[in-house]
């Protein structure tokens, strides 16, 4: 009994004490501070030597915005809030993750059906604006207009309405998904595909004042989509471009400016090389090499991104880095081709690193989130970063908020994942550059620290990612050019995007164990 007594004064006497250092400084664990001080990494800057412009940070409305967009205000308002908000709260913390982007599920129309549709799972069901009449209904999808408007209300001006399928009333067996593997829809239904894509965008706009930017018709096109999972539909490339120019021509009639998103591979090799896929991989050369019979690179509304999605290719980690590298080597063969990684989240085993089934709302999927974006930012030069649905009602390692699966009211769950995310989202903006930065004399430390950095015309930030169990004193050399580094924001066990003013010691910023944090600062 003694023995227990003294063993809880003392967990309580550190409980205390870490409360008094995470308001003096960067949020850490008491018993590694000492550890800490052995060792100090030296990250090197070249703030001259840069890489990617961004584009955006993003998240998907599939599929759970159709009926949260219906919860009472208060909640939903608090959903939007966390994603999409760029206020602060008093004590200096962001408000939300700041999202600059926002994808736009366009549904084909399998709701409607219901049980007929063959798609098991009502919720990944999706609604069409379009009736069996040809005549629209624009209070359809009405949920996730709400989601639409309340991110343009908070600041995003990027929007992105992609297909996972073409309308039901399209497709060659009247779902919204195939069978045998084969694509859905025959090519002298292109053309009316692209007039009800065009509707739509001038629909959407009258109802919400949302101007959609980007069009993504086409969705994973290497995959089956024959088991009724959930709305799909397979092409080859030949399939996709003659889809395309179809859409083209359609925008260019109805002076629609939206420029047409191609790739969403299912995984970023099929955008590179051929795989096990014939006739649906090696996109970047086909859809964007003017020797291919598939080219569209020179069509007047095709984006200058090429999109791919990083499951199944994250684990190990120097596997991952090596198909990035490949990638990056390809696009960079087309001038003015950016990489744009448009979905993920935590599928599969991962090599045993992490599991993607069951929800994780701690630190370790949000560590495991941070290390692919910042992989994909620095090994790939992704442009822009789009995660898969923001809001999930699963037991699995897909959503950034948790909810009940209720159609009309419930509870909302936040994870670690929402703000590890929001260590880049909310800090990287739309115009940022990546510059140079490289770990150096870490050798000492049981994993490696990851650490990217970016600027604009007035400020530097860099994110850091440590996924050791002791905190890791860091100094930041930035050559000849001054930085006066002001806040950290630190995600962690104990902290969501945390604000702290830096407080150098003898030119050292401490980052807390197991966290990902974020480092402002002014360029002087």
Known sequence: MLVARVFKGIMILKNIIYKTLSVISVPFLFVSFAKAQDHVVLVNINMTKTYQHIDNFGASDAWSCQFIGQWPAAKKDKIADLLFSQDTLPNGSPKGIALSLWRFNIGAGSAAQGDQSGIREEWRRAESFSNTDGSYNWQRQAGQVWFLKAAKARGVNQFLGFFNSPPVQFTVNGKAYTSGGKTNIAPDKYTVFANYISDVIKGIDSISHVKFNYISPVNEPQWDWSDGGQEGCPYTNTEIAGLARAINTVFIKDHIQSKILLGEAGSLNYLFNTADKPGKGNQVNDFFKPISANYIGNLQNISNAIAGHSYFTTSPSATAKKIREGLADSVA?????????SEYCILGDNAGEIDGNKRDLGMAAALYLASVIHTDLTSA???????????????YKDGLIYVDKNKTDGNYYVSKMLWAM????????PGAIRVDAVVTNEQALPKPLLVSAFKDSENFTAVVINKNTDGVWITLNTGNAKIELTKSYATSQYAELKAEKIQLIKNKVLIAPNSVTTLTGIIK
Do not use: C, H
Request: aromatic share 24%; proline share 3%; hydrophobic share 45%.
């Open 422 to 429: 929001g260590n880049y989202s909310r800090f990287v903006r």
């Open 381 to 395: 030069n992704a442009a822009a970063w789009q995660w898969w649905t923001a809001i999930s009602a699963y037991d």
């Open 333 to 341: 063969t087309v001038p003015g081709l950016k990489f744009w990684e």
